[in-house]
Every structure is written in C-alpha cells, then in structure tokens.
C-alpha cells in the first residue's frame, strides 16, 4: 500500500520555521518507514494501515518455531521482487542532496530498504539492519538476500507466480494453508537456519550499531526526525538524548508522534514534499 492520496500540504510558515530552526547548523537524520512509503514500501502505524492491522514479524517466534520460518519466507518469496524493486523517492533525494552540500552529517534510519544508500546518502546507521542480506543463525555465514531467492524459487517452482498484497517485513500477504508445502532454503555453508539480517520485533539493536548512532548524534547540532511515530524505543531514545543535550529537534511526520513535547518544530505533510523545500531553503542560506 502506498502513501494516503489525500495529505495535508506544508504551510509556508510551517516551512519557514523549520528552515529556521536547522538553517547553519549540523544536522542529524532520524528517519522511520514513512520516508518509504511514498516509494511504495507500507508502514505499520501510517495514516494508511492503522485502520488494518499488520502484525510484525516477532523474533523469538522466528527463532523457536519452524512454521513460522517457513511462512516468513514463503511470504517473502512473493514480496522480495516487489520491495526490491522499490526506487528513492524525492525524500530520500533531499536527503543525499542535503548531506552533499554539508548541511547533513548522516542518517540514522530505523528503515531496512537501503533506499538512502540508492539515492546516494553516504553515512548511514541502519538501525535495524537490511533486507538485502541474509544470515545464518548458526555459522554466520552471509549471503545476498537476491541470491537466495534463486534457491528459494528453484525449491518451489511455481510458487513465485501467486499473487499477494506487499507488507513492512518486504514479505506479502498469505494464507497459512498455501505455504504448507513450501520449501525452506538452508545455509549454503553449513546448512545451518538462515534469517533476513535485520532486527525483528522483540530483539535489540546490536550494541555497536547503537553506539555508532549515539556518536553520530553526538556530533550534530540538531537533530530533524523525518516519517517516524517514534513508538519504539530503538528510535525514541535519539529524541530523548537530542532534547538532554538541547538540541533543536525538527519534526516532519503525518499522524501522532511519541514525545512531540521534546520536538521543536513539526511539519505534517509528505516527507518527499517537505525535505526538497527544506534542501532549497538551506542552499539559498
């Protein structure tokens, strides 16, 4: 599902004040899945899907239950050619644009779509890891997340060719009855039990990559949040370190927000509207 058609524009005073707000500053990035969904990517909790329920993958029922594997990765089998395929939209254009001409120091995204990286972003955090990688739970062996559905596709001929709605995960939409004979790829290496290389709900961010990002903020002189409600704490906790330290804290999401009394200035409008605004204002000083 994409973006709501119907999106409330940004005000020129709105616009404005956020230029103001980080205009001679280093800035520093937070960006959630509502940065993608104008690329095509679905979220949890936008305006779009709260009033469909979209349950996420949770990681300990990954790790102890193999149905549950097989159905995460027959779902992906029909989702990764779609999620894949996504392209930057002119959000994370602005973005790249900003970071180029000095105005951005980095990103630090709860995102796994590597959009940012498409659209030519150079130091980003992802928090949550990618899809684009799958690893082996058992010997840590790599490997593309495009390789894998090779295998996945010659285990399953046919299987490919069903059709399903996209979800967050980059998986789709499927009925516990069709994965029933599906066929789950293994470590080319060890034969071990692979997983998408990300972090699902219930697990940590590794210490190193939150410490990464900590530095990150450290460094900066504000800090702008772009499509994130901040509901979960792997991204809450750089507002919360952002307000401690004082810093200017920007906002540009459409729907509620966790800690908007921590935010400075809020846009709610379109990220892919708002930022090449924001970039045009901050080149002309």
Not at 70 to 94: D, E, I
Request: overall charge neutral; proline content about 7%; glycine content about 10%.
């Amino acid at each position: 599902m994409t973006a709501p058609l119907e999106q409330p524009s940004p005000s020129t005073g709105d616009m404005d004040a956020l230029a103001a707000l980080l205009r001679g500053r280093r800035l520093v990035v937070l960006t959630g899945a509502g940065c993608s969904t104008e690329s095509g990517i679905p979220d949890y909790r936008g305006p779009g899907t709260r009033a469909r329920a979209r349950n996420p993958i949770q990681h300990r029922e990954f790790l102890t239950r193999p149905e549950v594997r097989t159905r995460y990765w027959a779902r992906s089998l029909l989702g990764w050619p779609r999620f894949s395929s996504a392209r930057p939209n002119a959000a994370h254009q602005a973005l790249a644009t900003l970071e180029r001409e000095g105005h951005v120091l980095g990103l630090i995204t709860q995102n796994v779509d590597r959009l940012h990286h498409a659209a030519g972003s150079q130091r980003v955090i992802e928090l949550h890891g990618a899809l684009a990688r799958v690893r082996c739970l058992d010997c840590e062996a790599i490997e593309p997340r495009v390789e894998l559905q090779e295998r996945l596709r010659a285990l399953n001929p046919g299987f490919a060719e069903r059709t399903a709605e996209l979800r967050p995960d980059g998986d789709a939409e499927l009925p516990v009855e069709a994965v029933r004979d599906f066929q789950v790829a293994v470590c080319i290496r060890c034969g071990g039990t692979l997983k998408p290389d990300v972090v699902f709900f219930g697990d940590n961010v590794p210490p190193p990559t939150v410490e990464a990002a900590f530095s990150l903020l450290e460094e900066g002189d504000a800090l702008l949040v772009v499509g994130s409600s901040l509901a979960i704490y792997s991204g809450f906790r750089f507002l919360q370190r952002a307000a401690d330290r004082h810093m200017p804290i920007g906002l540009v999401n459409i729907g509620e927000c966790r800690g908007g009394e921590l935010v400075d200035v809020r846009v709610e409008a379109r990220a892919g509207e708002v930022l090449p605004q924001l970039a045009a204002a901050l080149a002309t000083g």
